[in-house]
């Protein structure tokens, strides 16, 4: 798999295991997932995701894939376990967190949640953008691994009735990871999980950078 052609890529041993060891240390002190399925902006919450988040070898492959300086976007913590299991529909992920709303053309529709500006920007903005999955534990079929529609993330954002024809006729990639490894994707790639059919977890550090200058006095929330 390669990010530039399939829209997704997996990557081995690019954070030192000490420090996964250390966020699985951490998290499992929180009270916050006791009814929660995960942390949004938890590297405002967790120092170890923090260190994760901001760690040279992150941030050197998402300047890699590209080409310019990223910029972290949005981080949440997942954990999917026998407690909090859920499945996901097709999709892509196509909207961002500001600290304020702001007129530019191309950018919408607008909405609030928990007080936070969230938008749908540009294509352009989606293409300058790149998601790091950092996977605490293994995950396959049978502890509802992401799956995703290869080079889907070349045909721009999808309207329904294109997503339902594009997973309707083609086949879906499982992405298997082990514990340890980053899986690298597109936002914008179609992809959804199915639940867990087994009693473990599958706790995933969600990244997204981005390359993109926003306007002045804008910045990601």
Same mark, same amino acid.
């Given at each position: 798999m390669n990010i530039h052609q399939d829209g997704v890529e997996i990557k081995q041993?690019?954070?030192?295991?000490?420090?996964?060891?250390?966020?699985?240390? *951490?998290?499992?002190?929180? %009270?916050?997932?006791? *009814?929660?399925? &995960?942390?949004r902006n938890a590297e405002k919450k967790f120092k170890s995701i923090f260190q994760v988040a901001h760690h040279k070898n992150l941030q050197q492959e998402a300047r890699k894939i590209l080409g310019g300086e990223p910029q972290i976007v949005r981080v949440i913590f997942f954990d999917k376990n026998p407690d909090k299991n859920w499945l996901v529909s097709w999709h892509q992920d196509k909207t961002v967190a500001l600290n304020q709303k702001f007129n530019c053309e191309g950018w919408g529709p #607008?909405?609030? %949640?928990?007080?936070? $500006?969230?938008?749908?920007?540009?294509? &352009?903005?989606?293409?300058?953008?790149?998601?790091?999955?950092i996977h605490l534990d293994p995950s396959d079929e049978e502890n509802g691994c992401l799956l995703v529609m290869p080079g889907s993330h070349k045909r721009g954002i999808l309207k329904h009735s294109e997503i339902n024809e594009i997973t309707g006729k083609d086949?879906?990639?499982?992405?298997?990871?082990? @514990? &340890?490894?980053t899986f690298i994707m597109r936002p914008h790639i179609l992809?959804?999980? %199915?639940?867990?059919?087994?009693?473990? $977890?599958?706790?995933?550090? $969600?990244? *997204? @950078?981005?390359? @993109?200058?926003?306007?002045?006095?804008?910045? #990601?929330?």
């Open positions: 041993h690019l954070l030192p295991d000490q420090l996964l060891q250390d966020v699985i240390a *951490e998290i499992s002190q929180s %009270k916050d997932l006791i *009814e929660k399925h &995960g942390i #607008w909405t609030v %949640k928990d007080n936070t $500006h969230h938008v749908q920007p540009p294509l &352009g903005v989606l293409n300058k953008m790149i998601t790091f999955r086949t879906a990639l499982p992405c298997r990871v082990d @514990y &340890g490894d992809h959804s999980s %199915k639940k867990s059919l087994e009693p473990t $977890h599958r706790r995933v550090i $969600h990244i *997204e @950078y981005s390359s @993109y200058k926003l306007p002045i006095d804008i910045s #990601w929330a």
